[in-house]
């Protein structure tokens, strides 16, 4: 019940278009759902971030979308660029364990051609 | 965002030795840090929560005596992987939530290399 589900695990995009990962989760106490972008050799960073309370959130030409009852949330990337090639991986966290744990997704390697 | 340091950047050893990975919070104050581990094309594993001022909470089978943390200040969490081997070669990466939001900031990762 702590798992996230991520997919695609790789995927390919051609400059200008848009690229879309998904996520699911099984435990209805999550209240945070991140994603980070993590290149080789690199740390990952935090991208962009929804709480239940909104469906969809953008910033730039990143978005998250957010369906509650369905218990999945996707990110879309928008005018997809060459440098927007790396890893990215959507997590959850619940707010109520006072834990500050996240779970994270399994991860996304997403190639975008020139 | 919010500044994460780790140092060394990257350490390469001797089977057998010790290894201390530092991971420190630049511009907040963290009562809580965490570390995972990520292998090459793989998601990240929490190994542990760091806890200042007291004891660090571990995973379900992460090692407490082979990999120690020590979390003295608000801002500097430690990492030793003690009597290391070459199955320990992995990046290791620390984040610290800067409140309790769940908002993680991470580090750049200590890629550790035993030989």
């Known amino acids: 019940q702590q798992q996230v589900k991520q997919s695609p695990q790789s995927l390919i995009v051609q400059k200008g278009g848009i690229s879309i990962i998904n996520c699911a989760y099984e435990n209805t106490a999550f209240d945070y759902f991140p994603w980070y972008q993590q290149f080789p050799g690199k740390g990952p960073a935090l991208l962009i971030a929804?709480?239940?309370?909104?469906s969809e959130k953008k910033e730039g030409r990143f978005t998250i979308s957010f369906n509650k009852s369905a218990k999945q949330f996707s990110l879309h990337i928008m005018d997809s660029q060459p440098g927007d090639s790396a890893t990215y991986f959507c997590?959850?966290?619940?707010?109520?364990?006072?834990?500050?744990?996240?779970?994270f997704g399994q991860g996304t390697t997403l190639q975008v051609k020139p | 965002g919010a500044v994460v340091s780790q140092h060394p950047s990257r350490v390469i050893c001797k089977s057998g030795t010790s290894v201390k990975i530092e991971c420190r919070s630049l511009?907040?104050?963290?009562?809580?840090m965490f570390w995972y581990r990520q292998f090459p094309k793989q998601s990240l594993m929490l190994m542990a929560t760091?806890?200042?001022?007291?004891?660090?909470?571990?995973e379900q089978g992460v090692e407490k005596d082979k990999f120690l943390i020590n979390h003295a200040s608000l801002t500097l969490s430690t990492l030793t992987v003690t009597s290391a081997h070459p199955e320990d070669s992995s990046f290791y990466i620390c984040?610290?939530?800067?409140?309790?939001?769940?908002?993680?900031?991470f580090g750049p990762g200590t890629r550790l290399t035993v030989l």
């Open positions: 511009d907040f104050q963290a009562t809580t």
């Open positions: 997590a959850a966290g619940d707010g109520s364990s006072n834990t500050g744990k996240l779970i």
């Open positions: 760091s806890n200042e001022g007291s004891k660090a909470t571990y």
């Open positions: 984040s610290a939530p800067r409140d309790y939001n769940n908002e993680q900031f």
């Open positions: 929804i709480r239940p309370d909104v």
